[in-house]
């Protein structure tokens, strides 16, 4: 049996608030670019940068390209791209074809200019759009990748976009941020209203929304450890780069970034926040 192309757009439900995550990427964020290019290459190290703008390693990232299947033959769809540098990272490491989808005009611009400096043109082609309304008009793949992006999305009406969009035999694969326990009802509202996402999903809410999607054989490994790692060294290294933050973006951007970190920092610590990697077939 063949995935099923979608012959029109899927209506996402209320969840789904594509013009205030693209807003919050081309209009917000923008002003702490030159910040998070100080900060995510001394966070990770050369071993471990590839361009991510997400709370993944290098080695992560190719653990879920591995675990996906992806191969020199993969058609893979990376929903909510970004910049591209993990994009970038598997098409050199498999020498996969991609397809990056996002919002964002800032991030494409971006992602652009990396790719062609990677001599990447012919592997990796870039949309903009929302994947509820573009989604048609893409060939079925061999996998779909989320990298700290899914934030944005409700499972529940995007992974049956995802399995339609998949060939038989497809993955779906993704890492995120999981809600472990109870969360402060203001950092609960960052993490959802400011950041333009409908809700911080459980391990649970997610098996049984793939589930419910179709997937199978559900593989779920939690990362809450060495994600409490690397929140550790966001902060230490904000700190060790003060005076070049707040050169960049201001003394009150220092200010206010530190503080966000540090309660998702301590909320993770205390077993309220998690992250977790997430692989199943159609």
Not at 36 to 39: K, Y
Not at 70 to 77: G, N
Not at 137 to 143: C, F, R
């Given at each position: ?6 012959d029109a ?6 969840g ?13 964020l923008?002003?702490?670019q030159?910040v998070?290019?100080?900060?995510f ?10 361009g ?6 290098a080695?992560q ?5 591995r675990r996906?299947g ?8 990376d929903v909510?791209?970004?910049?591209c ?5 598997l098409?050199?490491?498999f ?9 964002s005009?800032?991030h494409?611009?971006r992602?652009?200019?990396?790719i ?8 990796i ?11 048609a ?7 779909v990748i ?7 999305l ?16 497809g993955?779906?694969a993704f890492?995120?941020?999981i809600r472990l326990g ?26 049984f929304a ?9 593989f779920i ?8 790692a690397?929140?550790r ?5 904000r ?17 206010s ?5 540090r309660?998702?920092?301590d ?13 199943a077939?159609?």
């Open positions: 049996m063949s995935a099923i192309k979608p757009p899927m209506k996402p439900n209320a789904h608030f594509p013009e205030d995550v693209k807003r919050l990427y081309d209009n917000v923008p002003e702490g030159r998070r290019d100080l900060i290459p001394e966070v990770f190290g050369p071993q471990q940068y590839v991510q703008y997400s709370d993944n390693t080695d990232i190719v653990a879920l390209g996906a992806i191969t020199s033959d993969s058609h893979v769809l909510g791209c970004g910049c540098g993990p994009a970038v990272h098409a050199k490491t020498g996969c074809r991609i397809t990056g989808v996002d919002l005009e800032s494409l611009s992602a652009r200019t990396s062609e400096k990677a001599g990447l043109s012919d592997k082609r870039l949309v903009k759009g929302d994947i509820f309304e573009i989604g008009s893409i060939e079925p793949v061999d996998a989320g990298l700290g992006a899914w934030c944005h409700s499972p529940r009406t995007f992974f049956p976009l995802c399995r339609q969009l998949l060939r038989e035999g993955r779906i890492m995120e941020r109870k969360i402060d009802a203001d950092l609960y509202r960052q993490l959802t209203t400011e950041w333009a996402a409908p809700s911080v999903e459980t391990f649970a809410s997610y098996y793939l589930s419910a999607a179709g997937f199978r054989d559900i490994q939690d990362l809450t450890e060495p994600y409490k690397l929140q060294r966001f902060i230490e290294v700190l060790k780069l003060r005076d070049k933050i707040e050169e960049a973006a201001g003394p009150e951007y220092f200010r970034d530190l503080e966000l970190v309660a998702e920092t909320a993770t610590e205390s077993g309220a926040l998690g992250y977790g990697l997430f692989v077939h159609t």
